[in-house]
C-alpha cells in the first residue's frame, strides 16, 4: 500500500515504546475481547494489554519466547495467554470483528459475499 502524505501520519507510531505496541484507539478495538477477571482466586496482577504487547513484539520481531524483553510481563505468562486465547478462539473473534469494521469503513458489507480459490500449480 503506497503511503501518502494525506495518509502517512496516521500510520506513525511515534510515542510507542515499540513499533508493535498498540495505540490507544487500537487497545479500544481489542479490550472488549479480554477476559474478565474471576471472581474466585486471586486477582489478575498483570496487565492484559501489556500481554497483548508482547504478542504482537513476538510476532512482529519474529523473537523466541524466552528473548521477550524485560520491560514485558514474563514469557511465560505471555505464552501462556497466548496459548489459551488460541484454543478458545479468541484471536479468531478478534479477527473476524477487525475484518468486519474495516469493511464497514470502505463502505463495503461487513460479511464477504464472495470467495476465490486459486489452484494453480
Not at 477476559?35 to 496487565?47: I, M, N, T, Y
Not at 469494521?101 to 500449480?121: D, L, N
Amino acid at each position: 500500500m503506497p503511503w501518502t502524505e494525506i495518509t502517512r501520519p496516521q500510520y506513525r507510531r511515534d510515542g510507542l515504546r515499540y513499533a508493535s505496541d498498540l495505540k490507544d484507539a487500537e487497545w479500544v478495538l481489542i479490550a472488549p475481547f479480554m477476559p474478565a477477571e474471576h471472581r474466585l482466586g486471586r486477582p489478575r496482577s498483570v496487565d492484559l494489554r501489556s500481554v497483548v504487547n508482547a504478542m504482537f513484539y513476538i510476532a512482529s520481531t519474529g523473537c523466541q519466547w524466552r528473548q521477550l524483553p524485560k520491560e514485558f510481563p514474563p514469557y511465560s505468562t505471555v505464552q501462556g495467554y497466548f496459548y489459551q486465547w488460541v484454543r478458545e478462539g479468541r484471536w479468531n473473534a478478534i479477527n473476524h470483528a477487525l475484518v468486519m469494521a474495516s469493511r464497514e469503513k470502505a463502505g463495503r458489507e461487513p460479511s464477504p459475499t464472495a470467495g476465490m480459490i486459486e489452484a494453480s500449480r
